[in-house]
């Protein structure tokens, strides 16, 4: 199935901090892209606890920390990892072509 789900552009990758995290809009998604050791990984931007936009968090590592209640998540496959987070964000496949950050939203 995902051969038919489009790949939508989100970024240009240098606009991607090297262990940081930004915050931006697909398809009218809030979508928050994350880049750690030179992988870059998409997460939904909004904490599944305290609906705050995680780009206004802290990346260390490959943990995500909610600026509200400091709940982390895995940002390669969106696990919570610290209360009081319990529930997962939602991940998004990555691909980087010509300099640019491609997702697939569906699928």
Request: proline share 6%.
């Amino acid at each position: 199935m995902s051969n038919t789900t489009p790949w939508l552009d989100a970024a240009d990758a240098s606009d991607v901090p090297d262990d940081d995290v930004i915050g931006v809009e697909v398809a009218g998604r809030d979508i928050a892209l994350y880049k750690v050791d030179g992988s870059v990984f998409a997460t939904d931007n909004l904490c599944t606890h305290g609906h705050a936009r995680l780009c206004d968090g802290f990346l260390e590592g490959h943990e995500i920390e909610c600026p509200l209640h400091q709940g982390k998540f895995d940002v390669r496959d969106g696990s919570p990892t610290c209360a009081p987070v319990t529930e997962a964000l939602r991940c998004y496949p990555v691909r980087i072509e010509a300099g640019r950050v491609f997702l697939q939203l569906e699928g």
